[in-house]
């Protein structure tokens, strides 16, 4: 969550690419948001926000608040309930009428490419890849572990374990060196794997942490070297497919995956250059709380230029949604992030 008193109005004209500038205050809760049969609980965000944003006002000095961001993981196919509560809600809480309730990949976007047309790849855990002409949204993946994420950091943990495992039948596919590095790491034989990883509920994120491993292995095994491989072409595919065709595309990599440095992009920039010939890397500007936060300056001015989504991106207050939401002495945005 971030409160900023400076000048909403540095964010951009069309195409710019600049994010807001100036003191940020922030905080956090380490209490995941729930979901239920209806999705994200949106009493249970709230709980949360509420407190959070009242300090950050405090600390500030007060004042109104001109426009809220929250960009949340879910939001596209979890978030009926948080566009149902929400704008209700925050205007009963701070009086606050113009709101942008965000994907976490919309976010991400924001924060690498700002406001131009493009193809962001936001990778972690998960693997998704959203792109824009400024008409429309295109995404690629993002379906979680068990039907996509693929080259996401659950899908190559997991690719590192299968090959462990294939090690340790004496199957074909196998490596010795995953093997070893999967018993060192989750402390005993890999027949007990599926014991201690099935029950739990936050089974992407432990294939996720094997990921480090398999990078670590790359350079001197093949297999490892080759589930790399699969996962920068996997990655370069989905980008893709969301790059907007007849422009001058640019593509940029957000997300902690590309912290595996160069086993994974060295083959991610062939598969770019090869899948891509007529895009343009470009190192992403800033991260999804700093795309949230242009959001909400963008929306406090009038000047939100990304497509308005029912589900991607979801606006209330703006002119695009036909109510009028501007506060008088507004010192600015709070934006909101939760992925």
Do not use: N
Request: net charge negative.
């Amino acid at each position: 969550m971030t409160e900023t008193p400076e000048d909403p109005d540095r964010q951009a004209g069309p195409g710019a690419r600049a994010l807001p500038t100036g003191p940020r205050s922030t905080t956090a809760s380490r209490e995941p948001i729930r979901t239920g049969p209806e999705g994200i609980d949106a009493a249970h965000l709230l709980e949360q926000l509420v407190p959070m944003a009242r300090k950050l006002l405090d600390q500030a000095g007060g004042g109104a608040l001109r426009a809220v961001a929250i960009g949340a993981a879910g939001m596209a196919t979890l978030g009926d309930g948080l566009r149902a509560t929400l704008p209700g809600a925050l205007e009963a809480e701070f009086g606050v009428r113009r709101l942008v309730l965000a994907a976490d990949a919309v976010t991400a976007y924001a924060g690498a490419l700002g406001q131009r047309p493009g193809a962001v790849v936001a990778a972690g855990t998960g693997m998704i890849a959203l792109g824009t002409d400024l008409g429309a949204w295109r995404r690629a993946d993002g379906w979680g572990h068990l039907l996509g994420d693929c080259g996401g950091g659950a899908w190559i943990g997991r690719a590192g374990l299968d090959a462990a495992m294939r090690a340790h039948d004496g199957r074909r596919g196998g490596s010795a060196a995953l093997l070893a590095r999967a018993e060192e790491v989750f402390g005993g034989p890999v027949t007990e794997l599926p014991g201690r990883l099935y029950p739990r509920t936050d089974r992407p994120a432990v294939l996720a942490s094997f990921a480090p491993e398999v990078a670590r292995c790359a350079p001197a095994d093949p297999v490892a070297d080759g589930i790399l491989r699969d996962a920068a072409g996997h990655i370069a595919a989905a980008a893709a497919a969301v790059c907007p065709v007849g422009t001058d595309c640019e593509v940029a990599l957000t997300g902690g995956l590309f912290k595996l440095g160069d086993p994974l992009l060295t083959p991610l920039k062939e598969e770019l250059a090869g899948q891509l010939p007529y895009a343009r890397p470009v190192s992403a500007a800033g991260d999804p709380l700093s795309g949230s936060l242009a959001l909400a300056s963008a929306l406090a001015v009038d000047r939100l230029l990304l497509p308005h989504d029912g589900r991607l991106l979801h606006c209330v207050g703006s002119p695009a949604d036909g109510r009028d939401g501007s506060p008088a002495d507004t010192p600015g945005p709070l934006t909101d992030h939760h992925s």
